[in-house]
Nanobody
Framework: QVQLVESGGGLVQAGGSLRVSCAAS????????MGWFRQAPGKKREFVAS????????YYGDSVKGRFTIYRDNAKNTVYLQMNSLTPEDTAVYSC?????????????????WGQGTQVTVSS
């Protein structure tokens, strides 16, 4: 059984920083791209960032480029998202995602496994 467990969400003021984590278990992830999506109430789910297993390939959504950084620790089967210069527009549920057997993950249709999500709220 594959499990993706997010943590690290919370409240932060605009301009602040937050790091969310995703611990994966239940399978080997040596060929799997991992990433993050987010969804705010009343809005569609949006791609945030993704990373290949070796970390050599990273992708970011246009709205977060230059502010967010994705990285992973394969010894712990964990992927992280460091979020800086946060604004109220970043308020959303952030969900961890895995695409099995691929270097690439950019679309919802590519996701094989989802985490439960962690709430990030940015106040003005």
């Amino acid at each position: 059984q594959v499990q993706l467990v997010e943590s690290g969400g919370g409240l932060v003021q605009a301009g602040g920083s937050l790091r969310v984590s995703c611990a994966a278990s239940g399978r080997t992830f040596s060929r799997d791209a991992m990433g993050w999506f987010r969804q705010a109430p009343g809005k569609k789910r949006e791609f945030v960032a993704s990373i290949s297993y070796g970390g050599g390939l990273t992708y970011y959504g246009d709205s977060v480029k230059g502010r967010f950084t994705i990285y992973r620790d394969n010894a712990k089967n964990t992927v992280y998202l460091q979020m800086n210069s946060l604004t109220p527009e970043d308020t959303a549920v952030y969900s961890c995602a895995v695409r099995g057997g691929s270097w690439y993950l950019r679309r919802e249709s590519e996701v094989d496994y989802w985490g439960q999500g962690t709430q990030v709220t940015v106040s003005s």
